[in-house]
């Protein structure tokens, strides 16, 4: 029954490193009257299954690390791979120095490169970290170590095209309508780390909104 859903969706939440997010928006689902649960639940269903279809194939390839680190939690994501499950599976345990996968350039991406993050608490609703001094004082110097380091000096704006059709969405969260379904390649502006709930807020084709 619907528990046996709950269950089965926190469970996947908590494999990703998601389980706040996951159980916020189940939470949100069933808040309020029977009959109101139930149309939210069908009406919902319904009018998003095609669109987040069009998401789901649009994203990038990636992998989430849990970290404990002294009672503390972080989260270090890397993205852009091809495929995410070439060296680890979901629950896969890992370890200092492993390979966990390969470069790629999946999504929103223009050559291949590694796209990494740091989070404290839960990943996109805890807190972003610099990732360079974050591994400096865990022993790991990236641009000491690197063979050329570019300007690390955040632009006013970035570009993104898109590698598959995607929506763009009039808010950053799943049950929003779409304003325009972008086609592939499509050119979409952004300023960096401008984020929420996991969507990057963009500007394609006169219209500023969402996309996953």
Not at 165 to 189: D, E, H, I
Request: proline letters at 3%.
């Amino acid at each position: 029954g619907l528990a046996s859903v709950v269950v089965e969706a926190v469970t996947a939440g908590r494999a990703a490193g998601l389980e706040d997010f996951v159980r916020t928006q189940i939470a949100a689902m069933l808040a309020g009257d029977g009959e109101a649960v139930i149309d939210r639940f069908l009406n919902g269903t319904q009018k998003h299954a095609a669109r987040r279809s069009f998401e789901m194939r649009s994203t990038s390839g990636y992998i989430v690390v849990k970290h404990v680190i002294g009672g503390r939690t972080y989260h270090s994501v890397y993205v852009h791979m091809w495929n995410a499950t070439t060296h680890v599976k979901a629950g896969s345990v890992v370890k200092a120095g492993q390979q966990i996968g390969l470069v790629g350039s999946s999504g929103p991406s223009t050559a291949p490169h590694l796209h990494l993050e740091v989070w404290e608490g839960a990943w996109y609703t805890g807190t972003s970290l610099d990732s360079t001094t974050w591994l400096k004082a865990r022993g790991v110097d990236l641009k000491g170590n690197a063979g050329r380091v570019y300007s690390s000096v955040v632009p006013s704006s970035c570009s993104y095209y898109a590698a598959k059709q995607v929506s763009l969405l009039s808010q950053p969260n799943a049950a929003a309508l779409p304003l325009v379904v972008l086609p592939v390649n499509t050119q979409m502006t952004g300023v960096p780390a401008d984020m929420s709930n996991g969507y990057v807020r963009v500007t394609a084709k006169g219209l500023t909104g969402w996309v996953a």
